[in-house]
């Protein structure tokens, strides 16, 4: 994966609104024609508001009128790499594909996977 997609994730990352969980997510989203948007989780006093980092950049890049993804980043310091919530996962799946997810610690760790390998089974726009 380009350094730039973890760049990008990591500065957006430092701009976290971690208020209450003081966990900072960043992530880069970047389209088959080589865009690249990035957010980070915003918290708020109402909790259940609380906007993750991917899903975030996702509707970032859709408000800007993309369509074509190629693959994302989860940028945190955490020991153990995190992987997109559940809702993100869906949001991911109906709006890029099977893109590629990276994640990636400032510790230096990263794994690579799939999206249909963390999000099996989905549910999608070919049920209805
Ligand atoms: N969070 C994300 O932004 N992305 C993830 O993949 C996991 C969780 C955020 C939501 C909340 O602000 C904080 O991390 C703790 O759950």
């Given amino acids: 994966m380009s350094n730039e997609l973890v760049v990008r994730a990591t500065a957006a990352r430092e701009r976290a ?3 209450f969980s003081n ?3 960043g992530a880069a989203l970047r389209t088959k024609n080589g865009r690249i948007y990035e957010g980070c989780n915003i918290e708020n006093a ?3 508001l609380t906007t993750c ?3 975030l950049t996702l509707l970032k890049a859709l408000s800007e009128g993309e369509r074509d993804f190629a693959e994302i980043v989860v940028v945190t310091d ?3 790499l995190t992987p ?3 809702p993100c996962r869906q949001l991911l799946w109906e709006f890029c594909g099977d893109i590629k997810v990276h994640l990636h610690s400032t510790r230096g760790v990263e794994e690579t996977y799939q999206l249909s390998e963390l999000f099996p089974h989905p ?3 070919t049920h209805l």
């Fill in 17 to 19: 609104i971690a208020t």
């Fill in 123 to 125: 549910f999608d726009i």
């Fill in 78 to 80: 955490a020991e153990r």
């Fill in 23 to 25: 966990f900072k997510v």
């Fill in 84 to 86: 997109p919530c559940g």
């Fill in 53 to 55: 980092a991917e899903r």
């Fill in 46 to 48: 109402s909790f259940g």
